[in-house]
Every structure is written in structure tokens, then in C-alpha cells.
């Protein structure tokens, strides 16, 4: 026997085994999901177990299954055949849904949280079918040409729907904001989405707006923020975060000018470091991390005079780059202490997009712009159903309510410290 049909024998068997698992699982998939909703509808019929029709017998039973469909999940198309319950009493209507297969469901929600992510990785319309088949089989009819373009229409719809959203009486605390720049290209010379997620005083945090924009600049800002102002917001954020080099600045001083600024300890370290020799940059970084990890503003504003000592000399392009926006580089000193971590940097865009860049840089076409928002905008709200609350939350009441905080405790702690101290003494 050949080395080549030994090793094409073996490629057989393994390929056997494979499909053998697959099959295995869509099994046991099938099986599960159909006990699942059996356990379902006799549940429902038990809640009407007290109800009887005149000759005693049950007035809600079962009834049946309706026509077997195929659902496209993440191990494959698999049949499923959904119970029906009857209703007995003429003048009655009580029906059954299954919430685990809702009517016209063909596909399950993680498939379809997938599919804009693979569309924003650069996946054509037309290869999607081929590209999942060995995953999903050779029954995935659902993610069809047909299916995918019907998809995208679907995002346009829900974007344009969330965007007619009135924010009438919203209120949010803080702000953050950031051009997020993808790999994937837009038809338009518009090159990048502004984004901004805002924290409410319940502690959530939601995303408020979001558009495309030319590099950031101040007019795209301004036409994103009264687009939000059209919608119904009128009370401003009491802080904003963002980077420094950001058009926003000058175009949230028009639209709400009683917002204060806090600067984005990680862009700002970022762009330090990038003016020194890699052998410095990390005691450089240590030290930075000095001035926004200490305790009291003082000691913040002591850290920073030593950094500057150090580095004058040598390299004036770095002390010049970190003194720009000194004071709003320390605003978080006057918020709750609780909130520090949240509201020094822009870190609740980083670490959403940062997911949603890395699944974009092989997306080199060029693709229209309102279905890249759409696919966008689907990623997005899928990352929102995740986002955890603020830490130290309820103390938000307070930033709304203007309490002022002195290194992150508030004066009614610092005054009742004070009078527990004289009383010690």
C-alpha cells in the first residue's frame, strides 16, 4: 500500500468520524429541544387543569404538533416539531407560543448575533451559505443570498427605529465619547463612527448616539449632538470623558457648556510614551501611573511636578504633550471615589470596540455606509446586554444632585469625620 493511500484512507475514516460527531450532536440537540418544549406546553396545559367544560372534561388540552421546520443553530439545521394546545370552549381563546421556538423562528439568536460579525470581517453576501456549511451542514438554508441581504435590511430598520427613540426626560450622569475607526471602508470620505455611551443614574450605561464622522472634527460632533437634543435630551451630562485631541471638546462647550471635562488617562498615556525611547517607556509609564492612582488631588499634582522634573531636560515634547489639559487630566477628583476607575478613562468604548476592531482588519472592501452602521449597530447593542453597572452606583444621586466632593469623599463625610475626630479628641 502507498504512503498517498494511507494517508488518503485516513483522511476518509477521519472525515467519517467527524461527520459521525456532527450528526451525534444535531441528535442530540434535536432531542433536547424537543423535551425542552413538550416540558413547555405540559406546563401551560397544567395552569388550566381547573378549568372544565360542562361535561367535566378538560377545557385546555393538547393538540397535536404543528408541521416540522428546520432551525438553524450554531451545531447545524435541526428539525424540530413544535405542540400545539386547543382551546375547547367556544367563547374562549386560549393559546399557546413557545418561548424557546416562537412562530416563523428559523434561526437561533446566536446565529444571528454571528452573522453581522462575519459580515464586518468581510464575508460576501454570497459565500456566507458555503462558508458556514461545514459547520452548520448542507441544510443551512436559512443564510441564503436572499436571507443575509433581507438581514441587513432588518438592521437598517431596527438602527432607524432605535434612532427615532425619544430621550425625552433622560437624564445621564457621565459621558463617554471616541471616534472609533474600523478597517472596514465606508463608500463615503466619512472615515470613522462617533460614539457615545452615557451612564444613568440607575448606574446603567447605554448607548446614547451614534454616527459616522469626518475624523472626528468638531462639526460632525455638533450635528451628532443635536441630532441627540432633536430626540428630546435636554438636561446635560455632568462629566464627559474623552480624548483630548477630540473635536467634541469644541462642540460640547456649544451644546451644553455647564458639562465639565475629564481627559482619558489612556489615550494620554498612550501618546506620552510614544515621544520616548522604548527603553524609558515603561519607568515613564510607572510613573504616570503615579499621578492617576494617587489618593488626593495634591499628591496627583505632586507626581506630575516630579514626571516633568524628570523628563524637561531631555524631552520637552513629552512634558509639553502631558501638561496640555492638566487640570481636566484631574477632574475625577471631584466624583465620588467609587467612580474613579469608571470616569479616568474612555475605557467602557475601548473595551467594547476594541472587540469589534479586531474583528474588522481583515474587511479591506468598501462597503455602503448605511449597511455598515447597520452591521455596526447590531454589534453594539448586542455588547449593551452585557455591560455591568457602575460601581458605587447609588451614589450617582449625588453627582446628579451637585454634591461636592473633594478627593472623591463628599463634604457632608468629610464634615461628619471632622465632628467624629473633635469628639475623639
Given at each position: 500500500?502507498?504512503?498517498?493511500?494511507?494517508?488518503?484512507?485516513?483522511?476518509?475514516?477521519?472525515?467519517?468520524?467527524?461527520?459521525?460527531?456532527?450528526?451525534?450532536?444535531?441528535?442530540?440537540?434535536?432531542?433536547?429541544?424537543?423535551?425542552a418544549?413538550l416540558?413547555?406546553?405540559?406546563?401551560?396545559?397544567?395552569?388550566?387543569?381547573?378549568?372544565?367544560?360542562?361535561?367535566?372534561?378538560l377545557?385546555?388540552?393538547?393538540?397535536?404538533?404543528?408541521?416540522?421546520?428546520?432551525?438553524?443553530t450554531?451545531?447545524?439545521?435541526?428539525?424540530?416539531?413544535?405542540?400545539?394546545?386547543?382551546?375547547?370552549?367556544?367563547?374562549?381563546?386560549?393559546?399557546?407560543?413557545?418561548?424557546?421556538?416562537?412562530?416563523y423562528?428559523?434561526?437561533?439568536k446566536?446565529?444571528?448575533?454571528?452573522?453581522?460579525l462575519?459580515?464586518?470581517?468581510?464575508?460576501?453576501?454570497?459565500s456566507?451559505?458555503s462558508?458556514l456549511?461545514?459547520?452548520?451542514?448542507?441544510?443551512?438554508?436559512?443564510?441564503?443570498?436572499?436571507?443575509?441581504?433581507?438581514?441587513?435590511?432588518?438592521?437598517?430598520?431596527?438602527?432607524?427605529?432605535?434612532?427615532?427613540?425619544?430621550?425625552?426626560?433622560?437624564?445621564?450622569?457621565?459621558?463617554?465619547?471616541?471616534?472609533?475607526y474600523?478597517s472596514?471602508?465606508?463608500?463615503s470620505?466619512?472615515?470613522?463612527v462617533?460614539?457615545i455611551?452615557?451612564?444613568?443614574?440607575?448606574g446603567?450605561?447605554?448607548?446614547?448616539?451614534?454616527?459616522?464622522?469626518?475624523?472626528?472634527?468638531?462639526?460632525?460632533?455638533?450635528?451628532?449632538?443635536r441630532?441627540?437634543?432633536?430626540?428630546?435630551?435636554?438636561?446635560?451630562?455632568?462629566?464627559?470623558?474623552?480624548?483630548g485631541?477630540l473635536?467634541?471638546?469644541?462642540?460640547?462647550e456649544k451644546?451644553?457648556?455647564?458639562?465639565?471635562?475629564?481627559?482619558?488617562?489612556?489615550?494620554k498615556?498612550?501618546?506620552?510614551?510614544?515621544?520616548?525611547?522604548?527603553?524609558?517607556?515603561?519607568?515613564?509609564?510607572n510613573?504616570?501611573?503615579d499621578?492617576?492612582?494617587?489618593?488626593?488631588?495634591?499628591?496627583?499634582?505632586?507626581?506630575?511636578?516630579?514626571?516633568?522634573?524628570?523628563?524637561?531636560?531631555k524631552?520637552?515634547?513629552?512634558?509639553?504633550?502631558?501638561e496640555?489639559?492638566?487640570?481636566?487630566?484631574?477632574?475625577?477628583?471631584?466624583?465620588?471615589?467609587e467612580?474613579?476607575?469608571?470616569?479616568?478613562?474612555?475605557?467602557?468604548?475601548?473595551?467594547?470596540f476594541?472587540?469589534?476592531k479586531?474583528?474588522?482588519?481583515q474587511?479591506?472592501?468598501?462597503?455602503?455606509?448605511?449597511?455598515?452602521?447597520?452591521?455596526?449597530?447590531?454589534?453594539?447593542?448586542?455588547?449593551e446586554?452585557?455591560w455591568?453597572?457602575l460601581k458605587?452606583?447609588?451614589r450617582?444621586a449625588?453627582?446628579v444632585?451637585l454634591?461636592?466632593?473633594?478627593?472623591?469623599?463628599?463634604?457632608?463625610e468629610i464634615?461628619?469625620?471632622?465632628?467624629?475626630?473633635?469628639?475623639?479628641?
Open positions: 500500500m502507498s504512503q498517498d493511500s494511507v494517508i488518503d484512507f485516513k483522511s476518509t475514516v477521519e472525515g467519517a468520524i467527524k461527520d459521525g460527531l456532527s450528526d451525534l450532536i444535531r441528535s442530540a440537540a434535536k432531542q433536547a429541544i424537543q423535551s418544549v416540558e413547555e406546553i405540559n406546563e401551560f396545559v397544567d395552569q388550566f387543569k381547573n378549568l372544565k367544560l360542562e361535561d367535566g372534561k377545557q385546555v388540552v393538547k393538540n397535536g404538533y404543528h408541521p416540522e421546520r428546520a432551525i438553524t450554531g451545531v447545524g439545521s435541526v428539525e424540530v416539531k413544535v405542540p400545539r394546545a386547543r382551546d375547547r370552549k367556544d367563547d374562549s381563546n386560549i393559546t399557546f407560543t413557545s418561548s424557546l421556538i416562537p412562530p423562528m428559523r434561526r437561533a446566536s446565529l444571528d448575533e454571528l452573522l453581522p462575519l459580515y464586518l470581517k468581510g464575508l460576501s453576501t454570497n456566507f451559505q462558508a456549511a461545514p459547520i452548520l451542514g448542507d441544510k443551512a438554508k436559512n443564510i441564503s443570498p436572499n436571507v443575509i441581504c433581507k438581514l441587513k435590511q432588518g438592521w437598517l430598520a431596527e438602527l432607524e427605529q432605535w434612532k427615532a427613540k425619544p430621550l425625552t426626560n433622560k437624564q445621564y450622569v457621565y459621558w463617554w465619547v471616541d471616534g472609533v474600523l472596514a471602508r465606508m463608500e470620505e466619512k472615515t470613522c462617533l460614539v455611551i452615557g451612564a444613568t443614574e440607575d446603567k450605561k447605554e448607548l446614547v448616539a451614534f454616527n459616522d464622522g469626518f475624523r472626528e472634527s468638531t462639526d460632525s460632533w455638533l450635528e451628532l449632538l441630532e441627540i437634543k432633536s430626540r428630546g435630551l435636554t438636561i446635560s451630562p455632568n462629566l464627559a470623558i474623552g480624548d485631541n473635536g467634541f471638546w469644541s462642540a460640547i451644546e451644553h457648556p455647564n458639562t465639565e471635562h475629564q481627559r482619558c488617562w489612556v489615550h498615556t498612550a501618546n506620552v510614551l510614544a515621544k520616548l525611547p522604548k527603553a524609558l517607556q515603561s519607568h515613564a509609564k510613573k504616570l501611573k499621578i492617576y492612582t494617587a489618593p488626593t488631588k495634591d499628591q496627583a499634582d505632586k507626581a506630575f511636578d516630579e514626571f516633568i522634573d524628570t523628563y524637561k531636560a524631552y520637552p515634547r513629552v512634558v509639553k504633550c502631558l496640555k489639559d492638566r487640570n481636566k487630566m484631574l477632574t475625577y477628583y471631584n466624583y465620588p471615589a467612580h474613579w476607575g469608571h470616569i479616568r478613562t474612555t475605557n467602557p468604548i475601548e473595551s467594547t476594541a472587540t469589534v479586531h474583528r474588522t482588519r474587511a479591506r472592501g468598501c462597503y455602503s455606509r448605511d449597511t455598515i452602521l447597520g452591521a455596526f449597530f447590531k454589534l453594539v447593542m448586542q455588547a446586554s452585557n455591568a453597572k458605587g452606583y447609588k450617582l449625588e453627582v444632585k454634591t461636592k466632593f473633594i478627593d472623591g469623599i463628599s463634604e457632608h464634615d461628619k469625620l471632622k465632628q467624629e475626630n473633635k469628639n475623639a479628641a
